[in-house]
Each structure stands twice: as C-alpha cells, then as structure tokens.
C-alpha cells in the first residue's frame, strides 16, 4: 500500500511559479507511473500531467504545456510538479497519484490510479 501526501500549494498571484511535492510517507513509488490531476468545485478532476517510471517519459495536459513540468526522484520517493507563468484559471486542489502504467494514453485517465493523495489547494489570482 502506498501512502502519498501532497504538499507545496497555496496563494499566488497571476504570472508567479509554484512547485508541488508528492511524498510517499508509506510505500514506494519508484515502480508506479505518477501523475497530477486538478479540481474545481462541482467539476471533475482534470489531468495535469503524468511521468512513467523508469525512463520517465512525460504527457501534459493541453492547457499547462509550455508552463508546466512534472518530474520525479525515486531516490527520495517523491514527484514534483514545477508550475510556471500561473493563471488564475490554474486554481483549484491538486491531487498527486500513483498507478500502473497500461498506455500512453491511458496516462490522462483517473482509472490509470490507485494512489492518491487528500489534495493541496492552489489559488492563482489576477
């Protein structure tokens, strides 16, 4: 069983960076894919970005390429998510998770998961 807590959020204003951690406090991520989703209130979660294990090959959502970078240190069981030129369209709580990789494709798709964490909000303002 892995374990994932999120931490690095908070309030920003438009154009500034960011860099979420997601630790593993139980269990090792160094076999799973992992990835970031986002959440606004009455909406559902939205992929953000993900990174296979190993090689670490990455997948972006449309709306943070260019701004965004995920990464990973196995070494310290933890995944990042760098996020830069902020947009107060970027708010919302951020979900780190973990999972078997199946496909490329399948790396956008919240089933991919069997992690996650309890969610760091992030609040971009104009």
Do not use: H
Not at 63 to 90: C, H, W
């Amino acid at each position: 069983q892995v374990q994932l807590v999120e931490s690095g959020g908070g309030l920003v204003q438009a154009g500034d960076s960011l860099r979420l951690s997601c630790a593993a406090s139980r269990g090792t991520v160094s076999n799973l894919a992992m990835a970031w989703f986002r959440q606004v209130p009455g909406k559902e979660r939205d992929f953000v970005a993900a990174i296979t294990r190993g090689l670490g090959s990455t997948r972006y959502g449309d709306s943070v390429k260019g701004r965004f970078t995920i990464a990973r240190d196995d070494a310290k069981n933890t995944a990042y998510l760098q996020m830069d030129s902020l947009k107060p369209e970027d708010t919302g709580v951020y979900y780190c998770a973990g999972g078997t990789f199946l496909s490329y494709i399948l790396l956008a798709s919240t089933s991919t998961y069997r992690y996650w964490g309890q969610g760091t909000q992030v609040t971009v303002s104009s």
